[in-house]
C-alpha cells in the first residue's frame, strides 16, 4: 500500500490546487485526479474575480476568514505572479451595505491554479490525471478502511489508491460524497449557486476610477496577458449573479438583465454601455456552478461518518450526553474535504490549502479555534445530535 503520506486529491480548481501545492510543499505524494482535460477548467476559469474584504458592521467568521485570506492571497500575488499577468492591484468602492473604500485586487483564478500546480511539479511529488472522472470512494481491501482508499471511475475500475483522500470538486463534491458514504442534506447541507458574468472588450479612458460593488461588482477595466477570446488586453466585466439551487452552465440573457439592472445602480453611463453590446450582439458571457454551504461557509477537515451518526442516535445513545463534542464526532479516517468556498474561492482557497495540510499532519492550524471549529465538516451532524439531546428526555433509571 502507498506510504502514509500519499494523498489523492480529487479536483483541480482554487481548492484542489491549493491544497496540492500545499501537501507537496510539506513533502507528500499526491495524485491529483480533474474530470476536465486540464486545471481550472469549470467554476475557476472565471475571466476574472475580486480579491476583498468582506465587511461587515461586527466581526463574523466569514469576515475574519476574509481578512486572514485577502492578506495571504495578497501577498502570494505580489511575491509570485507578476502583475498583468493574472492579476491587477486596485481598490473597491462598496456602495450598499457598509460602504467605504477597501484594498483589492482583480485576479483572474486560473492564474493561482496554474502557479499552485506549478509549485508543486516542481517538487517532484505530484502526479496529474486529466480527463479522470473520480464515480465513487471505497475502502480496500473487501470494503475495509483500515488500509486505505480507492477511488473507482464510472466503469467501477480503480484509478487510485492512497490512505488520504482530500475531496475538492466544488459542486461536484456533493455527488461524489453521497454515492460514496450516504450522506443527506442533514449531513453534508451543500447548495449549487449558478454565477453568470457579462464582460466584453474595453477602450479608452474607464468609466469609473476603480471596481465598485453592491449587488455584484463592476470591473472597469482590467488588464491581463490572458485575456478570453476576442477581448485584446484589456475588458470590463460586472456580476457574477448569485442564482441558489441552480447547476446549470447556460449563459442567459435573463441573468445578462440582471447585471444590467445592478450595474445600472451602480453606474448608469456603463449600463448605457452594456445595454448597446446587448442590443448590438457584442456581450460576452460565462457561467458556472459555485458550491455553497447552509451556513455560507467553506468545509474543511476530516468528513464525519453518516452511518456511524446514524446508529448512534438511533441507539438513543445522543438522549444520554448532556455535552457533545464536535471533537466526538464519528469520522471518516483518511477522508477529508475542501469545500463549500462559494463566491470566496480566490480569497480562502490559498490559506484554507495550508490549513487543512496542517491538519492532516496533525499540527494545529495557524487560525483561532472557533473558526477552526466553524468550518469543520462534522458541524452539521453535530448539530443535529445536539438538537436530539436537547429534546429527548433523560431515560428513567439513569
Known sequence: MSSPRHAIVIGAGLAGAAVARALTSAGWQVQLLDAQSGP???????????????????????????????????????????????????????LGHDPGRWPAAMVRP??????????????????????????RIVG??????????????????????????VVAGAWGSSALLRTSFGFDQDDLPLRPVKGQ?????????????????????FIPCYEDQAMPDGLGDRMWAMGSTYERGVDDRVVSFQAHEKNLASLHQLNP??????????????????????????????????????QALRAFKASGA???????????????????????????????????GRWLQQHLDQHPMELPEDLRRAMDPARFGWRQLRKQTVRSPEPAGH
Open 318 to 352: 445522543s438522549s444520554r450526553v448532556t455535552r457533545l463534542a464536535l471533537e466526538q464526532c464519528p469520522r471518516l479516517d483518511g477522508i477529508h474535504v475542501l469545500a463549500a468556498l462559494g463566491s470566496r474561492g480566490i480569497t480562502l482557497a490559498h490559506s484554507c
Open 269 to 306: 453611463q456603463a449600463a448605457g454601455h452594456m445595454a448597446q453590446q446587448m442590443q448590438a450582439g457584442e456581450l460576452q458571457g460565462w457561467a458556472d456552478v459555485r458550491c455553497a454551504s447552509l451556513d455560507r461557509l467553506p468545509l474543511l477537515g476530516t468528513l464525519p461518518d453518516p
Open 140 to 165: 480496500t481491501g473487501n470494503g475495509s478502511r483500515d488500509a486505505g482508499w480507492l477511488v473507482l471511475g464510472a466503469d467501477g475500475q480503480a484509478i487510485a489508491a492512497a490512505p488520504v483522500v
Open 197 to 217: 458574468l457579462s464582460y466584453g472588450p474595453w477602450a479608452g479612458a474607464p468609466l469609473s476610477p476603480r471596481p465598485c460593488r453592491n449587488n455584484g461588482v
Open 40 to 94: 481550472a477548467r469549470r467554476a475557476s476559469a472565471l475571466p476574472v474575480g475580486m480579491l476583498s474584504p468582506h465587511v461587515t458592521r461586527s466581526p463574523t467568521p466569514m469576515s475574519r476568514l476574509s481578512a486572514i485570506g485577502v492578506a495571504d492571497t495578497r501577498a502570494y500575488l505580489r511575491e509570485r505572479i507578476a502583475e498583468g499577468a493574472g492579476w491587477q492591484d486596485t481598490e473597491v468602492d462598496n
Open 110 to 135: 486560473s492564474a493561482l491554479v496554474h502557479a499552485w500546480l506549478e509549485e508543486a511539479r516542481q517538487t517532484g511529488r505530484i502526479v496529474c490525471h486529466w480527463s479522470t472522472q473520480a464515480d
